[in-house]
Nanobody, 120 residues
């Protein structure tokens, strides 16, 4: 079965850090450009960061630039998101999927996501 399983979220204070992981299985992970997405309560799904299949290019949303780092380990089929200097507005459920995915159309199935809560 094709799966994406996110983990690593939790409750952190403003200014804190988290490292999220996304484990892919049932498909050739290393051939897919991947994206971290997030969805805050009452908000639309938005892209956080993108990475090419071989890590030769990364792209960040404006709010993530300078604070978040996307990376991957194709031998382990894992996508990572290092999140530093977290802010209250980063609170959301974080998901991974293939680059270009949307709720309406995705090549890979959406996982459960992992909750990130930033609060004092």
């Amino acid at each position: 079965q094709v799966q994406l399983v996110e983990s690593g979220g939790g409750l952190v204070r403003p200014g804190g850090s988290l490292r999220l992981s996304c484990v892919g299985s049932g498909f050739t992970f290393g051939t897919y450009a991947m994206t971290w997405f997030r969805q805050a309560p009452g908000k639309e799904l938005e892209s956080v960061a993108d990475i090419t299949h071989n890590s030769d290019r990364t792209v960040y949303a404006h709010f993530a630039k300078g604070r978040f780092t996307i990376s991957r380990d194709n031998e382990k089929n894992v996508l990572y998101l290092q999140m530093n200097n977290l802010k209250d507005e980063d609170t959301a459920v974080y998901y991974c999927n293939a680059h270009g995915a949307s709720r309406a159309s995705s090549l890979l199935p959406w996982g459960q996501g992992t909750q990130v809560t930033v609060s004092s």
